[in-house]
């Protein structure tokens, strides 16, 4: 029986996907329940997974976009897995007989083939048009990192395919010619080289959003500064209590959050929208969380964190941003926020202007803590202290609202007891 694999339905926004990589080879047995292809929505990517036990047959090129309930392949259920899985042709004129060797290469190969690629290492991989079956995990399970991939691919980080290696070696010993950084759709000048690399439908629809941001609100910025001390001095205080509770470190996000929802609260229209002529507000608070991966910024929603704890807030944040290292991140996951909150202090950001998250009508920046001369009852000392920013469209947020919203944020931060109680 032949089972086609479609496009699953993945938001109902949503009508086509691009075909970020295939983790299997067209021809090849694989198991149900199999990660057999990955998809790139303009969210978020997503796993497709073998229906049941077959052969593959793949029908659409990686990089090709697809509509949502399109045929992409085929699943023959009646073929054999021996037809599948040709032995593997050797690659060198030299071999090793010893069981040693004889296990490490057995090792590899297995690498390659039986473990699924996480995106990052699968968009390395198919750039570079690598052989996996010649390099060695180093991950858990023996999976390939991105660490494996690069230092196959030698010093320097050059995009040199394992093929033209392989190549080389056989080849007699001449002169070494130089290694082009980019082999494949470059040109040379005395500048250097270059390579155009298409964007992934995240990275475009990335670049879409922030123009629209940019072009359909009147953007404005404002900011402010908060003395962290007594909230890093609640963190010390606590942090081993509360990791040994919990099993997780209680960061500074939590409190962050906490401090945001009481300020949507006393400031409703920062956490509404502009729906045509009409403002809508919520009597609900959708935090979005702003994690950056290899792939472009996703702001993951925390939904009802009004509701939740400081250790449920905390924990949210820690699933998605795991979820969003291992390409994990859904399109439910990414709907719905109210507000957001992205904090540039993780990369040593002292100041910026974040941009909106459409149809968010505000967005939170935070930065890095720096120790800074401040007067505090006369006295100049040393204290903690972070720039904060609120960017906002001025169309449904006036200056005094963004004014005293960041002030109620300070005020939550610098007075945490405040948080707990809720005034």
Known sequence: MKIDVKVPAVGESITEATIGSWNKKNGEFVKRNEVILLLETDKASVEVVAENDGVLSIQADAG???????????????????????????????????????????????????????????????????????????????????????????????????????????SKPTAPAPTPMFPEGCRSS??????????????????????????????????????MTKLNDIRAKYKDKFKEKYGINLGMMGFFTKAVIEALKAFPNVNAYINGTDIEYHNYYNIGIAVSTERGLMVPVIKDADQMSLFEIENAIRNYALKARDGKISVDDLNGGTFSITNGGVFGSLMSTPILNPPQSAILGMHKVEDRAVVVNGQIVARPMMYVALSYDHRIIDGKDSVGFLVKIKEGVEDPERLLVGV
């Open 64 to 170: 090709q976009v697809v509509k949502i309930g399109a045929t992409v392949g085929v699943l023959d259920t009646d073929a054999k897995a021996t037809a599948a899985t040709p032995a593997s042709a050797p690659t060198s004129t030299k071999t090793d007989s010893s069981p040693v060797s004889a296990q490490l290469a057995a090792q590899k190969s297995a690498t390659a083939a039986d473990k699924p690629l996480s995106p990052a290492v699968q968009k390395l991989v198919t750039e570079n048009n690598i052989n996996t079956s010649q390099i060695a995990g180093t991950g858990k399970d023996g999976r390939l990192t991105k660490g494996d991939v690069l230092m196959n691919l030698g010093a320097g980080g050059g995009n040199v395919p394992v093929q033209k290696t392989a190549e080389t070696t056989n």
């Open 190 to 227: 005395k500048q250097g080289e270059k390579k155009l690399v298409p964007m992934t439908t995240i990275r475009k629809k990335i670049a879409e959003r922030l123009v629209e941001a940019k072009n359909t609100t009147a953007l404005l910025t404002t900011f402010n500064e908060v003395d």
